[in-house]
């Protein structure tokens, strides 16, 4: 059964860091792309970042462009996002997917719980 758990989540205050971990089971990560998207409450999921499952190659969307890196252990079978110099915007429930191939194209059909992320003072 193929299954994506987030983790890592919680309140953190303005300037702050966290990581955001996704631990996957019954299927190989680096075989796949894995994507991290988030949703606040009365606006639109969007993907945040997302690493490929061929050369590693990663993409990150520009609000957090510098702040966010995303990276994979494959021994570990866990794609992490580093969150540095958050943001009261960057609150929302994250969430990581995956689909169906090595390449960050959806549609993405795996997706974990989420884990709340709040950036507040």
């Known amino acids: 059964q193929v299954q994506l758990v987030e983790s890592g989540g919680g309140l953190v205050q303005p300037g702050g860091s966290l990581r955001l971990s996704c631990a996957a089971s019954?299927?190989?990560?680096?075989?796949?792309?894995i994507g991290w998207f988030r949703q606040a409450p009365g606006k639109e999921r969007e993907r945040v970042s997302c690493i490929s499952g061929n050369d590693g190659s990663s993409y990150y969307t520009d609000s957090v462009k510098g702040r966010f890196t995303i990276s994979r252990d494959n021994a570990k079978n866990t794609v992490y996002l580093q969150m540095n110099s958050l943001k009261p915007e960057d609150t929302a429930v994250y969430y990581c997917a995956a689909p169906s191939g090595r390449l960050c194209t959806p549609p993405y059909g795996y997706w974990g719980q989420g884990t709340q992320v709040t950036v507040s003072s």
């Open positions: 019954g299927f190989t990560l680096d075989n796949y792309a």
